[in-house]
């Protein structure tokens, strides 16, 4: 498949409150969720798996962005691990409202004054 057009996209490995995170920044969709994955697995296979997906500066986000955060939860949990999800104000809030995800997901939710990385991977916290 040729792709005519590159969405507006980046990915930053951060620390946040001494937590490793993925800050995603523009549209996760069909297009982008590969650059996900990829950064996910690279992190892993150098055994600095992320534990923080922070999506605070997403832009746009379709079913197929939501799958792939949806699929790096499952395969944090299928290494034993944690793999906790920072919404802000922007789009991705939206989908996070709408959907009822606490099974599958750990939000922690900016706007309602939860800090990102404080309590990531604590299995006493509450989901959102």
Not at 37 to 47: D, I, S, V
């Amino acid at each position: 498949m040729r792709v005519l057009f590159e969405p507006p996209f980046d990915l930053e490995a951060v620390v946040l409150g001494g937590v490793r995170a993925l800050a995603v920044r523009g549209e996760l969709d069909l297009l982008t969720r590969h650059r996900v994955h990829r950064a996910l697995a690279e992190a892993r296979a150098a055994g600095r798996a992320v534990r923080l997906l922070d999506l605070r500066a997403l832009d746009f986000m379709d079913c197929a962005g939501l799958d792939a955060v949806l699929a790096a939860a499952r395969r944090a949990r299928a290494d034993g691990d944690e793999l906790d999800v920072v919404i802000g104000a922007g789009h991705g809030r939206r989908i996070f409202e709408l959907l009822d995800l606490s099974a599958e997901l750990r939000v922690i939710d900016e706007e309602a004054g939860e800090p990102p990385g404080d309590q990531a991977g604590s299995s006493s916290r509450r989901r959102r």
